[in-house]
């Protein structure tokens, strides 16, 4: 099979010749640039042939249009200098922003160099987070978001339909540019370390839903729900084709598990997001994944690891995940 038809076949839950298989990482040195970010995440697919490609955008970009500061160095995560809400009254600031802002500009362009790169062989998802997670950066303190959030203060509330219209619109531009559909991450909100079900149902389900209602019919929405403790049993209804999370998180449900509370829903994951990918040799990589991949059967699953991999997971590794899928 071809990598489209092995993951579009996979998502309807039919038999695939093998599970579809795909890694991330960021390369946070070259996500300056449209032109850098594209050329990485390319030659990541050129080196590895992954049956899909998550795009890891510059990590900031989803807050900078509202004016978050961030410094870049070198090869690790940028540190945030400067956050746009100070104060309550800055909430009413928040507004809509156009996707003629140069960093939608940029990162739009980004996707239509990987497009054309990928020549419509390899689907390819662009990454969006949750609204309620793109507002919390945008205030140097997430409980005090979470405070305001909580309070339903009109202001915060006025930002979050601000926030969730720019973010649909970048969604379907993204759609325009020729992405196969979306990463959607959830990040640091739906856990029961940060908030209760009850909470994320009336304070952040609804922006994810206006969002992700809005949407054209498209190929491929991977839902990434974050962390230990994670709500998986809560998203089974949410419009999406697939379903990462981190099965060795803290009380997280193992892929069987979920494919059984999901749906029908394709269930992506089943790889360390570290620890081995840091510290194993190959062979023992080659061996776990390969396990992993003969487990999981051929329908409705797809390898992948629990969240974006460290930059400085060994390569060797890296590619031992690639050939034990395949069994080369």
């Not at 720019?166 to 909100?189: I, P």
């Not at 209602?213 to 999406?240: G, I």
């Not at 570290?274 to 080659?286: E, F, H, K, N, V």
């Amino acid at each position: 099979m071809s990598h489209r038809e092995r993951v579009l076949t996979a998502i309807k839950g039919q038999a695939v010749d093998r599970p579809p298989v795909s890694m991330w990482r960021h390369y946070f040195s070259q996500e300056r640039s449209a032109e850098d970010l594209a050329g990485a995440m390319l030659a990541h697919q050129r080196q590895f042939d992954w049956d899909f490609m998550k795009v890891n955008p510059r990590a900031s970009y989803h807050a900078e249009p509202w004016g978050l500061k961030a410094r870049y160095s070198g090869n690790s995560a940028p540190a945030v200098t400067s956050h746009p809400v100070k104060a309550e009254a800055d909430w009413e600031r928040i507004t809509a922003v156009p996707m003629s802002h140069p960093v939608f500009r940029e990162q739009l362009r980004a996707l239509e160099l990987i497009g054309e790169g990928l020549k419509g062989r390899v689907p390819f998802l662009a990454t969006v987070f949750t609204p309620v997670s793109i507002a919390s950066r945008l205030i140097s303190s997430e409980d005090d978001f979470i405070e305001a959030l909580r309070a339903n203060s009109p202001a915060l509330y006025s930002a979050m339909e601000a926030v969730t219209d720019t973010f649909t619109a970048y969604a379907k531009a993204a759609l325009d540019r020729g992405a196969s559909g979306l990463f959607y991450a959830t990040t640091g909100f739906a856990t029961t370390d940060r908030m209760n079900v009850t909470d994320y149902r009336r304070f952040v389900r609804p922006w994810d839903l206006k969002l992700l209602d809005a949407l054209p019919v498209h190929e491929f929405t991977l839902l990434h729900v974050c962390r230990d403790n994670n709500m998986l049993r809560d998203f089974a209804s949410y419009p999406v084709h697939a379903v990462n999370w981190d099965v060795y998180g803290k009380n997280n449900l193992n892929l069987t598990q979920g494919k059984a509370v999901l749906q029908g829903k394709a269930v992506v994951g089943g790889i360390p997001k570290d620890g081995m990918l840091l510290r194993a040799s190959p062979a023992q990589m080659y061996g776990h994944v390969h396990g992993i991949a003969a487990a999981m059967g051929i329908q409705g699953r797809m390898v992948a690891p629990g969240c974006t991999y460290a930059p400085d997971a060994q390569t060797g590794n890296i590619d031992a995940v690639r050939r034990a899928v395949d069994g080369s």
